[in-house]
């Protein structure tokens, strides 16, 4: 599927979430007060560091109501008709795609951690067991599937022809230089080709749902490397809504309050690395991928 494709395919997703419109919060933060509502789309609401902040959240009067999703694909599109007021589940390059692709502007207003995106299997203790011409699943939506075959290619189990970028897809890869076969699947179906594979990258939302623990990831990318910036996990909003009050009060409970800087550690099975990257920072980081991206698409 062509990266295209796959955003007519998220966009197509939008009907799913069009019911949360009545409940939105347009104008939290704008004229202070207490007990301001501000929705926030999150994939994985039961994470350990989502009731420290509702909590901390509540101390300085703002409601926090969290809408959770099961897939990537929906909380751009919700945060763009105004349904949510803000969403936290993406990096950089998901939201350049995302914006390049949709033609939208949401931003980034804060950043929360970068996780390493580990490669797992139940039939291997170690890369090195995985078999010539198995077949190894990655995340199908462009931006994860790109540092998937990154990963990939760190464990010496593929080769890619450009030496691998954050654009590289499937066509990218050499399979007669590459030791297994790579398929693509949606972000939430990786865990369960387990059984199908002999291994799968998958996304650290889906790690505990599918009985397994960070621990056990046999291969990761380094989260420490210097161009891990634009896979900071990052809170985003509406252009107009960048400057908000509230919203920038929130990004500061999240990066700073100890319960929740534990639940991030804990849900991430201490994999997480929080970080508190500038907003310049970010922007400049999101206009030089989405600028990439563009000329990338051609």
């Not at 959240?57 to 999703?69: K, Q, R, S, T």
């Not at 980034?108 to 291997?124: N, Q």
Request: hydrophobic share 40%.
């Amino acid at each position: 599927m062509s990266r295209q494709h796959k955003f007519i395919a998220a966009l197509a997703a939008v009907p799913l979430v069009f019911g949360l419109a009545s409940c939105a919060t347009p104008a939290a933060g704008e004229g202070g007060g207490a007990n301001e509502v501000v929705k926030i789309g999150v994939v994985g609401k039961g994470d350990a560091q989502w009731t420290a902040f509702e909590e901390a959240a509540a101390d300085e009067g703002i409601e926090v109501e969290l809408v959770d999703f099961s897939d990537y694909t929906q909380p751009n599109p919700a945060t763009t008709e105004g349904e949510l007021d803000l969403n936290q589940f993406q990096h950089i390059v998901y939201l350049a795609d995302y914006n390049v692709s949709a033609g939208e502007d949401l931003a980034p207003i804060g950043s929360t951690a970068i996780y390493p995106l580990g490669l797992y299997s139940t039939k291997y203790d170690s890369v090195k067991d995985i078999a010539k011409g198995e077949t190894v699943a990655v995340p199908n939506d462009a931006s994860n599937q790109a540092r998937a075959l990154l990963v990939l290619q760190s464990a010496g189990l593929i080769e890619l022809k450009s030496g691998g970028t954050i654009f590289s897809d499937l066509a990218d890869i050499d399979e007669s230089a590459s030791k297994v076969k790579v398929t693509a699947l949606e972000a939430s179906l990786t865990p369960t080709s387990l059984p199908d594979v002999a291994a799968a990258v998958i996304n650290n939302d889906y790690v505990a749902d599918a009985g397994l623990s960070f621990e056990d990831a046999i291969a990761q990318d380094d989260p420490a490397d210097p161009n891990a910036l634009p896979y900071v996990n990052i809170f985003a909003t509406r252009a107009e809504d960048k400057d908000n009050a509230t919203y920038l009060k929130l990004v500061e409970i999240f990066q700073t309050d100890p319960e929740v800087q534990a639940g991030l550690l804990e849900a991430s099975g201490g994999t997480g690395v929080p970080v508190q990257t500038s907003v310049p920072d970010l922007e400049e980081s999101l206009a030089k991928v989405q600028a990439d991206t563009e000329d990338f698409n051609g």
